[in-house]
């Protein structure tokens, strides 16, 4: 089966600029996860999508930061104004939502803010 | 917020020797994963252990969970320059539901 599909690869832009990372999730996969990974850390859960609705966003900071999964499949991560602090790998990794079932992730999309 | 704490923060081997790396957590969980990232790549999953388990094994790798002091080991056996990423525990908390991510174990091994 294909993995999950992340662009860009790399982005770097400078602060107070916007930008937009995409994720394809496995074919079938109900919910889908974005994660923030800073150098050094594990990754930290931002948004989780069941299907299209929202499951969970309460470590995501809404003042700068949307997502939104259309039609239940792929996904898009908006940052708006970027901060320096916003300088991570953005992971996004999907999972068919039942049971134990793991998660597969994407190779990310590692963000540089300057 | 982190659920787990992982110990050693890095470990460096020889080709064919044994990897330890604990992981401890703080709340009740559903079950706990184990998951391995090389170098500038995504997490894949090794191995998923459920609360009412305590020990698992896949290949090379065992795992280990003791709920009573919230903690689980992964063991590589016989270990290869291959194994060289770091690795996380993952707890599916029973209270929330969400995968928390510990901090990690970088793991060198040389040939």
């Known amino acids: 089966e294909a993995g999950v599909a992340q662009s860009p690869r790399y982005k770097i832009i400078e602060k107070r600029q916007s930008v937009a990372f995409w994720c394809n999730p496995i074919?079938?996969?109900?919910?889908l996860y974005w994660y923030q990974q800073i150098l050094g850390q594990g990754p930290k859960l931002l948004i989780q999508?069941?299907?299209?609705?929202?499951?969970?966003d309460s470590q995501l900071p809404k003042d700068r930061f949307s997502a939104e999964r259309l039609k239940g499949v792929d996904s898009t991560l908006k940052i708006q104004p970027a901060k320096l602090e916003d300088s991570a790998v953005y992971l996004c990794?999907?999972?068919?939502?039942?049971?134990?079932?793991?998660?597969?992730f994407g190779n990310g999309t590692r963000l540089t803010v300057t | 917020s982190q659920q787990g704490e992982e110990d050693p923060q890095a470990l460096s081997i020889q080709e064919g020797e044994n990897a330890t790396m604990n992981c401890s957590y703080k709340?009740?969980?559903?079950?706990l994963q184990w998951y391995r990232q090389n170098s500038g790549r995504g997490l894949v999953h090794l191995i998923l252990?459920?609360?009412?388990?305590r020990e698992k094994h896949s290949g090379r790798l065992r795992v280990t969970l003791d709920t009573s002091k919230k903690s689980s080991s992964l063991l590589i056996t016989a270990s290869r320059a291959a194994d060289t990423a770091s690795y996380f525990c993952?707890?599916?908390?029973?209270?929330?539901?969400?995968?928390?991510f510990g901090t990690g174990t970088r793991l060198q091994v040389f040939p």
């Open positions: 990794a999907s999972s068919p939502g039942y049971g134990d079932s793991p998660l597969h």
């Open positions: 074919s079938g996969h109900a919910t």
């Open positions: 999508f069941q299907n299209n609705g929202v499951v969970d």
């Open positions: 709340t009740s969980i559903n079950n």
């Open positions: 252990i459920r609360s009412n388990e």
């Open positions: 993952a707890t599916d908390a029973r209270d929330t539901d969400k995968l928390i």
